[in-house]
């Protein structure tokens, strides 16, 4: 699809008419009916804007004519995975993984290697392939490639660790030490919890990046822990398998 038509689709699917979608972006009617006619293009700002509006990247309001991969793990990027800067603005250079409002989630290398390969081996990699591809891969990322200018010196990793104590200062019977906490999409992880009412609720964002991990269950349990936490709360729960009937076991406010 062309520009033209990308605009014109976006608005029809949000329900707009031209003059609402000029008051959203402070530009006039006609503005927009020159754009949906394929006469003239958006400027920057205006693209900036319309990103925001339709919660698309300005990669795809051009029609995508790049293809976007996460300037630190190498990830491909659609829409829904890209990440976000601190005003909610999508940062298309980083997935949702490796950045969450504003703040890179890896520091580490060797940590990002360890999940990747991780990733590559429900693939069908073999470790020694999976390793091979990463380590060749990582040092030709932009994130990388400027590390030094990136990094926030151990302020991540410090909250991390925070994040680990008070997990495992929760003493959940059964439940193995939190050796680690891994940055989590919402939409992967928002499970549905069922109450005494019958009713079912979720606690979760799906935009949102979370910190958790997953760890075994008791030996011949068919369940396992889930834990996740935030600036604001910790969670502890048990699944099955594919994340099937989950169980709340903690929700507490840090």
Known sequence: MKTH??????????????????????????????WEQG???????????????????????LG????????????????????????????????????????FTYSNKEELLAVCVGELRKQGFSEQQAREYMEEKLPTL???RRHEEFCDGGGLAAFKDR????????S????????AVHPL?????????????GERVKFLDDDKTYWGNQLPGA??????????????????CTYEEGGKNPELLVYRKR
């Open 185 to 197: 999409v919402g939409s992967y992880v928002n499970l549905a919890y069922g109450l005494p009412s």
């Open 172 to 179: 959940i019977e059964g439940m193995p030490n939190v050796e």
């Open 142 to 144: 932009a994130y990388w």
């Open 64 to 103: 995508s004519p790049r293809k976007l991969i996460c300037q630190c793990c190498g990830m491909p990027l659609e829409d829904p995975l890209i990440g976000r800067n601190k005003d909610g603005s999508l940062n298309e250079d980083y997935c949702k993984w490796c950045y969450a409002d504003g703040i």
């Open 219 to 236: 030996a011949g349990s068919s369940r396992c822990f889930g834990v996740l936490a935030d600036k604001e709360f910790l969670l502890v």
């Open 39 to 61: 006469e003239t293009v958006p400027n920057t700002e205006t693209l900036k804007r319309l990103s925001q509006v339709f919660d698309v990247s300005i990669n795809t309001l």
């Open 163 to 170: 994040l680990v104590e008070e997990l495992n200062g929760l």
């Open 5 to 34: 038509e990308v605009i014109l689709a976006l608005r029809n699917k949000a329900g707009l008419s031209q003059e609402e979608l000029a008051q959203k972006i402070f530009v006039t009617r006609q503005a927009v009916s020159r």
